[in-house]
């Protein structure tokens, strides 16, 4: 089979659309803070949330590093047999599929509800799309290069926009802490992981590493990294909002607003929507790269680039119709949404895992009785 | 208007994949892509008649409110 | 090739925002049609049920004709609309206005008394909504009018009423603490807590009639109608309840640890009828919640410092040790009293936990807080408050002793 992708991404780069995919759902939609019912305690759950990725992100890695050079989607196939290798793969092609239609209209309904609530949320959805998938069309290498820039601008915005509005902070918002039992904790902590579950794309990443044993190293300060950034983000929301923290639709947007520094320094929401806008870019151009190669593997064929314009028609189309409403999509995001992926990843690592330990199970014996 | 300007988007996209492929010989390569591409064109047509398209959201939905109601997390949608 | 890729994917997603908001399509706005909102005004409409909007729009073309002094044209426009909600009276100020009317750079929200006094709840959920009000903005009750009658108020040194109000509002409440600046974004928050009701910035009208008032008449026909600024409203739930005047609001500021400057005036000690002025450098205050047996009672500690700004009478602090520590606890006795003042008028006269004592409390005791929650109205006034003030002066000013005048007795 002809190599479909041949470019090689350094570990740090890595890192960086891995932090970047992590961060996009926290510069749009807070969903830890919109699902949970007594704020004080979000910075609590997502470092909850944050152990227990760590573990399935060094799982998927693993995995992915025992077999070089292949993905995900090949793998499973040579472990689970065609059959249900594709039933697999389409599954995890669904997952793809569903977080870039996620973003797209996520991203849309941003540009909607914070500055153009007049313009059709087709225009900026299409607009991303055709620039995502031209992304896409140059390849790997394109996108993580462009990755690691985004993940620099990223940081630096998201620092500014937590400590600048320092004037407006009042820490004891934070009081008390864990003083509604644990079930206050659960729903932001299965939306935490929903969106670290989307690390499954790392099945797709390692194979174009180009030391992959610095893959796992890396794979775990993606995890690190987002999930300091959202600790941060949970305190400076509940500092300066307190239990209205709760309420806004878009939360960094809206943190963002609060900066006043003196008469001149205002307005740095403009900050905030350009990380919106080329960190989302990222995430669906990897998103629909990936879609595509799964796809190109799924059906053994030669060349996935010219599948990508296909799949964005589908994602933008999809976008349009999967949710009546941002509340929808809220919704959807940190509960339903989240669960299933969780529930992927899970049977994923888990019939895999099994696979591969039953393979080499029977390596064993086989080798014992020879 | 606005089928005009979406069948247009279609062609172009056809367009600008399509002779590649052609000329490389990828037919397997054209015939995903073609699918893709009327799966893709379908979905658009009708959301644009305004078909009513039933959205895959909802089957998700009331396939994990158990496995969500089981964990203490409320949900508002059914 | 793919470094150049790089640079075009970058520019390409850069350039969404920017060619869609300025040469944008759908929502277009360009200079010439919009009109800046300086301040929003709330009211109850004529018609019952019926909410009243007024708007205090910025004219450009006098502001920019201003500079050179040349227009006495008024530099704003007042114009009021009604709706049977907040939204639709907003909207249909666009049937008077030939200007877009835009909310990004107002300044403030005002509630008319009598809309204040029947709740505000149902006026909030827009300025919470609606993408152009910042959060920052300061929200306001006119005392004893609407909120479209306290808009026309004027200042002098300023043109524009709202920059006027806005630049007296921080020097009350920076260097006098005599008032509350308090946004929207800290006012959601005071009427969302449990244990915490809301208090918001007070403005009255003063009358001035032209003929007997001179001082207006410069250029700028007169300024009949001027504003003060002091004070605060209290709210219980979303509902005003009542005023606190210039003492009771800095008694407010103590304890909520906001006091950042401002002058005590004592009665100078060893002396009769001598008064001596001491300015605050730097307050803070901890507000520390117990509970014995079931009840709850709250610890004010405040801690200020001050320099010792002026004396009546001749005197010399390196003396007579026994002065300087006398005139530490008359600063003291005075900021008690302040304190007493407001907690006597939010006890009984409002019931109206304005400094939050139910939120402190529910941050360090949220079992205690649940049960105590619902009869907090009945327990707040029978709260056990104590109040420590711990006060320090720390230097005289350029004298060390005051200038001793040779004053000769007359008769």
């Known amino acids: 089979m002809t190599v479909l992708e041949g470019g090689k991404i350094s570990g740090r780069q890595f890192m960086s659309v891995l932090v970047v995919l992590r961060i996009v759902p926290l510069t749009l939609v807070f969903s830890l803070i919109n699902s949970i019912a007594h704020v004080q305690d979000t910075w609590i759950t997502v470092i909850i949330g944050t152990v227990i990725a760590i573990p399935i992100a060094v799982l998927i890695t693993k995995l992915s590093l025992r077999f070089p050079g292949k993905t995900i989607i090949e793998y499973s196939q040579s472990l689970l047999g065609p059959v249900m290798g594709k039933l697999l793969g389409l599954l995890i092609l669904w997952c793809f599929l569903c977080t870039s239609i996620d973003i797209t209209r ?117 995890v690190l990294i987002s999930g300091a950034l959202m600790v941060l983000a949970a305190v400076a929301l509940v500092a300066v909002f307190g239990t209205t923290a709760s309420s806004w639709t878009l939360p960094l947007f809206s943190l963002a607003r609060m900066i006043s520094l003196g008469d001149f320094f205002e307005r740095i929401e403009a900050g905030v929507m ?97 | 208007m606005n089928i005009v300007l979406l069948v247009s988007v279609f062609i172009a996209i056809g367009l600008f994949e399509g002779p590649k492929m052609v000329r490389e010989k990828l037919w397997r390569e054209l015939l995903v892509f073609g699918f893709l591409l009327f799966f893709g064109f379908t979905l658009s047509i009708l959301l644009t008649l305004g078909v009513p398209v039933p959205s895959p959201v909802r089957g998700i939905r009331s396939l994990m409110n158990p496995i969500l109601k089981l964990l203490g997390i409320p949900t508002y949608y059914s | 090739m793919r470094v150049r890729r790089c640079v075009r994917i970058t520019a390409l ?109 149902e006026a909030m959920d827009f300025f919470f909504k609606e993408s152009e009000v910042r959060e920052t903005n300061v929200v306001v009750v006119a005392k004893g009018v609407k909120a479209s009658e306290i808009l026309w108020n004027e200042f002098e040194l300023e043109r524009m009423p709202a920059e006027g109000a806005l630049g007296i509002m921080k020097v009350a409440a920076q260097e006098l603490s005599t008032t509350v600046m308090i946004t929207l974004n800290e006012f959601l928050q005071m009427l969302e807590a449990e244990g915490h009701e809301a208090v918001a910035s007070r403005a009255e009208l003063v009358r001035r009639p032209p003929s007997e008032d001179p001082r207006g008449q410069l250029k700028r026909e007169t300024i009949s109608i001027s504003g003060r600024e002091t004070g605060a409203a209290a709210f219980k739930g979303d509902k005003l309840v009542g005023w606190l005047d210039k003492t009771q609001t800095r008694g407010l500021q103590w304890v909520k640890g906001k006091v950042r400057s401002g002058i005590i005036v004592i009665e100078q ?13 730097r307050a803070d205050s901890t507000v520390t919640p117990g509970i014995s047996d079931g009840r709850p009672s709250v610890l004010i500690k405040v801690r200020a410092i001050g320099n010792l700004g002026e004396v009546q009478e001749d005197f010399d602090p390196m003396k007579s040790q026994e002065a300087w520590l006398s005139m530490e606890r008359r600063m003291a006795e005075v900021i008690r009293h302040e304190i007493e003042a407001a907690l006597n008028i939010a006890k009984y006269e409002f019931n109206s936990d304005i400094f939050g004592f139910g939120a402190e409390i529910q941050r360090k005791y949220p079992k205690e807080w649940t049960k105590l929650k619902d009869k907090w109205d009945e327990e707040f006034p029978k709260l056990d408050v104590e109040i420590e003030v711990e006060t320090s002066l720390r230097r005289s000013g350029l004298t060390r002793r005051s200038v001793q005048t040779v004053r000769k007795e007359e008769g």
């Open chain 3, 269 to 281: 000690p060893e002396e009769e009828n001598k008064l001596a002025s001491i300015e605050l450098v």
């Open chain 3, 13 to 121: 997603l850069a350039i969404i925002p920017v060619v869609l908001s300025m040469a944008g399509c759908w929502s277009r706005k360009e200079i010439e049609d919009i009109g800046f909102v300086l301040s929003i005004g709330v009211d109850h409409g004529a018609k019952e049920d019926e909410i009243m909007i007024t708007a205090h729009i910025a004219k450009p073309f006098a502001i920019s004709a201003g500079l050179s002094g040349a227009v006495d044209e008024k530099p704003f426009w007042q114009v009021s609309s009604t709706g049977r909600t907040v939204f639709e009276a907003w909207r249909n100020l666009r049937q008077q206005s030939p200007r877009r009317p835009l909310l990004h750079h107002s300044r403030f929200i005002v509630f008319g008394e009598e809309f204040a006094r029947d709740g505000i709840h």
């Open chain 1, 106 to 222: 996520g991203l849309g309904e941003a540009y909607v509800i914070a500055i153009m609530p007049e313009t059709p949320i087709l225009v900026f959805m299409s607009m991303l799309i055709f620039i995502s998938c031209y992304a896409a069309r140059s390849g790997l290498e394109v996108i993580c290069r462009l990755g690691e820039d985004v993940f620099y601008i990223v940081v630096f915005v998201l620092l500014l926009t937590y400590v600048l509005p320092y004037t407006a902070m009042r820490f004891e918002n934070l009081r008390p802490i864990l003083a509604w039992g644990a079930s206050n904790l659960v729903p932001p902590v299965i939306a935490n992981l929903g969106y670290y579950s989307q690390f499954l794309i790392i099945g797709m990443l390692v194979p174009y590493l180009n030391k992959p044993e610095d893959a796992t190293r890396y794979a775990v300060y993606a």
């Open chain 1, 274 to 370: 350009a990380a919106w806008t080329v960190s989302t870019g990222i995430k669906l151009a990897l998103f629909l790269w990936a879609a595509s190669v799964a796809v190109a593997q799924l059906f053994n064929l030669k060349a996935f680039r010219h599948l990508l314009y296909p799949l964005g028609t589908i994602t933008v189309a999809a976008s349009l119709f999967f949710f009546e409403s941002m509340v929808e999509l809220e919704d959807y995001l940190a509960k339903a949404g989240a669960m299933v992926s969780i529930l992927v990843a899970g049977v994923t690592l888990l019939l895999l895992y099994a696979a591969l330990g039953i393979r080499m199970a029977i390596h064993r014996r086989k080798g014992g009785a020879g």
